[in-house]
């Protein structure tokens, strides 16, 4: 059974950091694609960041050379960190295996970046 646990999120000023961890259980974590996603209210859910399982990545525009998408194959875990955080940064926080995603949506973590 796949599941995904999505931690490290929170309230934070404009300009500041947070690192978001995503637990993964129920795949083969090494061999797969890994990504974040996110959702603000009102709209739809999308790309934030994926690392392939050779550890290539890409990002969104809106956040190239601020978050980074890293991975930990020894915990089966997937990061990332975000830097210098804007208030449209302000989303509920999603992992999934590869993009598009394939596996049922966690809880996700809520990240609020106030102005």
């Known amino acids: 059974q796949v599941q995904l646990v999505e931690s490290g999120g929170g309230l934070v000023q404009a300009g500041g950091s947070l690192r978001l961890s995503c637990a993964a259980s129920?795949?083969?974590?090494?061999?797969?694609?890994m990504a974040w996603y996110r959702q603000a209210p009102g709209n739809e859910r999308e790309l934030v960041a994926y690392i392939s399982n050779i550890y290539t990545t890409r990002y969104a525009d809106s956040v190239k050379g601020r978050f980074t998408i890293s991975r930990d194959n020894a915990k089966n875990t997937v990061y990332l960190q975000m830097n210098s955080l804007k208030p449209e940064d302000t989303a509920v926080y999603y992992c999934?295996?590869?993009?598009?995603?394939?596996?049922?949506w966690g809880q996700g973590t809520q990240v609020t970046v106030s102005s």
């Open positions: 999934n295996y590869g993009s598009p995603a394939i596996a049922s």
């Open positions: 129920g795949r083969i974590f090494s061999i797969n694609a």
